[in-house]
């Protein structure tokens, strides 16, 4: 089965810094991209909820790769993963995270739902921006409170901190969690051995391709591993030094479509060429 995949982080990559895009240039190349046995695939830290409501002009046309990998969907509405996160795991991360300064609560990140402690909701003055972006269903006394199975936990902390944290909570949880940043001071909590490279070989064993073919952009470090196996990997000129200085930059910054012009440039290219 033919099928190359063009793979995209959203924050700092795919989306401008007001977290939009050319929806209709977006959609003619999702069509010749799809007309070509190709897939385009949304690879983010972000939930389902925040993905249908940005992408609902193409949605089913488009791959998900969401929450870092812990959730992964065919274009045609197949669930091939949904890596949840043990109660007793998530009280063990809870329990190191209660000792950090916070900037922005723990949300836990559901099938269904999100969920935050009530001691985190007056957490600080960004609170109410948080949340509402975020859409918070339920505050909850305890972990134990929550009613749903969760893929994610997200919190934030002073930028500077991140590397130090991340470490703390690895260490001290162990390999039963991945923990990651996609930057900006956020950090990302997820069942371990998922990240996005991984859901991206979920896709390509469920199109029945062995050695995918893969060009992937990203900005962050949650997006290295992607990076990594891609035949043609691009970093956005914005992004974290780590991924700037190990891979090339993509024809224009997330300010200017930067991954819509590569794949455009690309797949013209290509067309010349036959």
Known sequence: MAGDFFASDLDGTFFDNQREYDVDRFKTLVQIINSQDNHFVLATGRDMIMLKKSFAPVWGQVDIVANNGAVVIAANGTVLQEAVIPIIIMEKVMQVISKMHLEKGVIFVGLNHKFMLRKHRNLNHQKNTFQREDQVSYFVEQVNEIHDRIVKLTFGVETQAVPALIELIQNQVGSSVYVTTSGYGSIDVIAATVNKAQGLQILAQYYQQDQPWIMAFGDGLNDLEML??????????????????????????????GVIKTIEKYLQKKQTNK
Request: cysteine-free; hydrophobic content about 40%; proline content about 13%.
């Open 228 to 257: 990594k196996i891609a035949q043609m990997p691009y970093a956005m000129s914005n992004g974290d030094p780590v991924i700037v200085e190990q891979f090339p930059p993509a024809m224009a910054d997330n300010q200017h479509s």
